[in-house]
């Protein structure tokens, strides 16, 4: 006995989920002699039982010994008034379920209480008793079931009603004695009470066809007020439908009007039921199933999870509800989709086949867009998904019309693939686009090519093979980037590149923004002088609040990295890192989002972005002069930390000329206590010198005056040095 | 051995001459005649100890009805319990269980059905009990030998040992019931060694002698 408590012990170090974990089938068995005490302790006999119940339905099995001897203890438990322990009584009856011979010593006592004042006893009674009855018995008890049926309390009313269900297996020429109760229970004010007598009634009668028909006929006529029952009745009722064809004449379907007021139904589970009965009618026209289609869209953008993802399961059932709909709608959802496979990653399986399978379906650029969104933020949150999404994202570019979603997808692929298992299998779908498509996408396969190359050192000489072939290609791009790729894979160090170099260059992401190298590249003029790179400006223009929000709302999903956090964090430590005053500060932990200074529309906009170092702070300002007429010079920020005591100001890089609506930033740094998460309030005002400008010459005066504008005040908080980590599972976080 | 019986049928013959002087009413005067502590000899600080000994030592006696079909386990129960006699009783299937108060003792009344596929189970409820009541029809011929292998049976079993055992011959206001003497030897209890034996006749149709099986069961 001694080793199963040890174990015990340390499994409730581990995790404390269950107050049974680590329960043993023999220390319960011995925990059981207490039913046998002279002296019964409800309270821990009710507990045993609990602990009987909980093995039995994890799967452990009881010897016939050891389940008779539970079964022979747990019925001197009877003699206890004790409300909550005869509960469980029943339910060990009902799982132990001892042989027959058995079982029958618990009918009187069950009899007995049957014909209880409790009405507890007379419901959970009643079920056990159906459960362990024979024929015999039956007839026996039959009065008191009958009267049960009709029973005031619903609780019993339902008990019985359920027991019928059971016993019409087995003795069904007296369960249908009971029609005119059960009859009598349909009309039952109980929700319960409704939808069981419902489903005896059908059961009782459904080798009767012209019984079902007239059981559908009054019902639908409208008494029926449960939910649960309403949805029965729906079946039954497209069962009616299936079974009596469509009306010759008139092209009506019988009871289609039931169907269809069932969808404006109050209850959200008998609209999906009505929905679906419309869709699955024998050659349904496409006006029947409008009104049905139209619900469901409804429930796509419900809140609740559940709809939505029974509106999926109903709309993935009509083949051809997805052409029927215009592309906007199946954005919707994708999106649906695509939110409830991050909810549930077990069933990425399912919804990923969905996808796939909708991506071979004829669809405009944004539709397939969001569905390759989708695959790629699956493949990129959940792991297990990724090999069969790169699967599909593979065989789908074997047919791709889009250029654009093509070269994403190579451009993804080659970052992807080569991490994968068995990176050799994609090589095949990379090289028919060299061969089959247009020069764009030739080039990207090409890098990907590349790519492949050089991190899975097994397929580098058949990627040579593959590259050379480009080499001849009829496009001046495509043929360039093969020369490149060869070479800088076959360095092996000649030209001075080391293996990290050559990874850098194919993986690392451009540090200019795009903006600022389109603009020199159209500025630079044939010279002898060739064009440099370093030259472009690595100042972010801040775009206007409102089209970042949009892109926060909808993360692209070709990110390089694992998430969109780190991925503004590169941008911005790329920036930092390119002052040399902010040089020594370390990794960049966090930058935050920017904090408006000045009201909308003002003279000066002004927004601040906080970048958390270990040791360090550093503010960026960015400001917008909106004022044609002006031309400020020397712009500076006075940071007032009297409020903030811990930091201490290093650093100041201000801003010569902050021309018309052409933003520019200003950066201020601070020591903080390394590694501490300091706080405090910072109140600011912008200095700078005015120059008058002149806006149709744009002359601007010598002459300027020195100016102050005041800056909201902003805070940093203990936020700033918290990384957002999105959790999918918890539990693996735990572990 | 002859010691013993004795001292049973002594038990047996006692109530029974009670019960044929004072035929009016058995119950209350035989009550009172065989409980002679209760009655006003008892001083005034005897009475107020037991009432507090009953405060504190509420006694709970656990006994087993068994013995064949249509036997009257029932209907034994149901006249101690207080209910009264009736003649329209069904088989009991399975068991019943009744809780009976008199004065400070509760008797946990454990009745087992006595048709054949019960009588294998009866073994289960009567371990650790404080005693085995055997009920049996005395005035059914044909089935005495049947009750009389059922009870010899039983009391071979290993956990029953030391139990006393009180077998009961009911149905005595039937005129073909048999006598004491002639039901004990047909149930042959004289070679019942190992345990305490008790013998009554009794008739729960007219209460005859239920009042001593209830005393019996006060001092065991």
């Not at chain 1, 047919?399 to 190579?410: G, N």
């Not at chain 1, 223009?541 to 926060?552: A, D, N, S, V």
């Not at chain 1, 005015?690 to 800056?711: C, F, T």
């Amino acid at each position: 006995m001694a080793q199963p408590l040890v174990k015990k012990d340390d499994d409730q170090e581990e995790e404390e989920y269950s107050p049974f974990l680590g329960i043993e089938k023999g220390a319960v068995l011995q925990e059981a002699r207490v039913f046998n005490d002279p002296q019964l302790d409800a309270r821990r006999c009710s507990q045993v039982i609990t602990k009987l119940l909980y093995l039995l339905n994890q799967g452990d099995t009881f010897t016939k010994i050891e389940a008779t001897e539970v079964f022979f203890a747990v019925t001197k438990l009877f003699q206890s008034k004790d409300t909550s322990l005869r509960r469980m009584v029943y339910l060990i009856i009902k799982e132990l379920s001892p042989s027959a011979d058995e079982v029958i010593i618990v009918t009187s006592s069950l009899m007995k209480d049957m014909n209880s004042k409790t009405d507890m006893y007379r419901a959970n009674a009643i079920r056990v008793l159906s459960r362990i009855t024979d024929g015999t018995l039956l007839t026996q008890i039959e009065r008191y079931l009958k009267q049960a049926i009709v029973d005031k309390n619903p609780v019993v009313a339902s008990a019985a009603l359920v027991s019928g269900i059971h016993l019409l297996q087995t003795n069904p020429e007296i369960v249908k004695r009971w029609s005119n109760e059960v009859q009598e229970a349909v009309q039952s004010r109980a929700a319960l009470v409704q939808f069981h007598a419902l489903a005896l009634l059908h059961q009782i009668r459904q080798n009767d066809r012209l019984a079902v028909s007239k059981l559908v006929t009054s019902l639908t006529k409208g008494s029926v007020r449960s939910p649960l029952a309403q949805c029965l009745l729906v079946r039954y009722t497209s069962q009616v439908i299936r079974e009596s064809g469509t009306n010759s004449q008139t092209g009506d379907r019988p009871f289609f009007d039931y169907l269809e007021a069932c969808l404006r139904h109050k209850a959200d589970m008998v609209i999906i039921e009505a929905a679906r009965a419309i869709t699955e009618l024998n050659g349904v026209t496409s006006r029947e199933l409008t009104p049905a289609i139209t619900v469901l869209q409804l429930f796509l953008s419900s809140s609740k999870p559940v709809l939505r993802f029974a509106a999926i399961r109903t709309l993935n059932k009509i083949s051809n509800f997805m052409s029927d709909i215009a592309d906007e709608f199946k954005i919707v959802v994708v999106e649906a989709i695509r939110s409830l496979c991050l909810k549930f990653p077990l069933k990425h399986r399912a919804l990923m086949n969905f996808l796939s399978n909708i991506l071979r379906e004829e669809g405009g650029f944004e539709y397939k867009k969001a569905i390759i969104d989708s695959i790629v933020i699956l493949i990129r949150d959940i792991p297990e998904a990724k090999e069969t999404g790169l699967f599909h994202l593979c065989e789908f570019i074997e047919d791709c019309e889009f250029t654009y979603l093509s070269t994403q997808i190579l451009h993804f692929l080659g970052n992807e693939g080569p991490k994968t298992s068995d990176p050799s299998k994609y090589i095949r779908y990379i090289y028919n686009r060299v061969i089959l498509e247009n020069a764009t996408v030739r080039a990207a396969a090409v890098s990907t090519l590349a790519k492949f190359g050089s991190l899975v050192e097994s397929l580098k000489p058949r990627i040579f093979v593959l590259l050379r072939r480009c080499l001849f290609d009829s496009d001046d791009e495509v043929r360039d980037r093969a020369t490149l790729f060869l070479n800088v894979l076959e360095s092996d160090g000649t030209v001075g590149e080391s293996v990290k170099d050559v990874k850098n260059f194919l993986f690392g992401a451009l540090d200019v923004p795009l903006v600022n190298l389109e603009t020199s590249l159209q500025s630079y003029e044939p010279s002898e002088e060739p064009f440099n790179i370093s030259s472009v400006s690595k100042e972010v223009k801040p775009q206007p609040l409102t089209e970042k929000k949009i892109q926060g709302k909808k993360p692209s999903g070709f990110g390089v990295s694992s998430n969109g956090v780190t991925q503004s964090v590169d941008t911005y430590e790329k920036l930092l890192s390119s002052f040399p005053e902010f040089s020594g500060f370390g990794p960049l932990f966090k930058s935050s989002s920017p904090i408006e200074l000045t009201e909308a529309e003002t003279e000066y906009a002004v927004n601040v972005v906080k970048h958390i170092y270990s040791g360090h702070i550093v503010f960026q300002y960015n400001c917008t002069n909106t004022i044609s007429e002006q031309l400020l010079e020397n712009v500076t920020v006075i940071v007032d930390a009297s409020e903030a005591e811990e930091f201490a100001k290093v650093a100041s890089k201000p801003l010569k000329q902050l021309p018309y609506e052409s933003p520019g930033q200003i950066f201020v740094a601070f020591e903080k206590p390394d590694g501490l998460p300091a706080t405090g309030r910072f109140s600011n005002l912008l200095k700078f010198e005015v120059k008058e400008v002149d806006p149709a010459s744009g002359e601007v005066e010598e002459e300027g005056v020195e100016d102050e504008y005041q800056l909201e005040d902003f805070e940093v908080v203990a936020a700033d040095y918290m990384l957002r980590a999105p959790v999918l599972n918890f539990k693996k976080c735990l572990g | 051995m002859n010691r013993r019986m004795e001292e049973m049928l002594r038990h047996v013959e006692e109530p029974r001459g009670l019960h044929s002087e004072k035929c009016g009413r058995p119950c209350m005067d035989g009550w009172i005649l065989l409980r002679p502590t209760s009655s006003s000899t008892m001083g005034f600080w005897e009475a107020f100890l037991n009432w507090l000994r009953s405060l504190f030592f509420k006694q709970e006696l656990e006994l087993s009805l068994i013995g064949l079909n249509n036997a009257g386990k029932t209907s034994l129960v149901n006249v101690i319990a207080g209910d009264g006699y009736s003649e329209d009783m069904i088989h009991t299937v399975g068991f019943n269980m009744r809780k009976v108060v008199k004065g400070n003792i509760t008797f946990k009344l454990w009745d087992i059905g006595g048709q054949p596929r019960f009588r294998s189970m009866w073994e289960r409820y009567c371990r650790s009990v404080s005693a085995i009541v055997y009920v049996v029809d005395a005035a059914d011929h044909e089935s005495l030998p049947t009750a009389r292998t059922e009870l010899h049976d039983i009391l071979i079993k290993q956990s029953l040992r030391r139990i006393p055992l009180l077998v009961l011959g009911n149905k005595i206001d039937k005129p073909e019931a048999l006598s004491k003497a002639a039901f004990a030897e047909q149930m042959d209890l004289k070679s019942i060694k190992g345990r305490k034996v008790y013998c009554f006749m009794i008739s729960c149709k007219d209460a005859t002698n239920i009042d001593v099986v209830i005393d019996w069961f006060i001092k065991h």
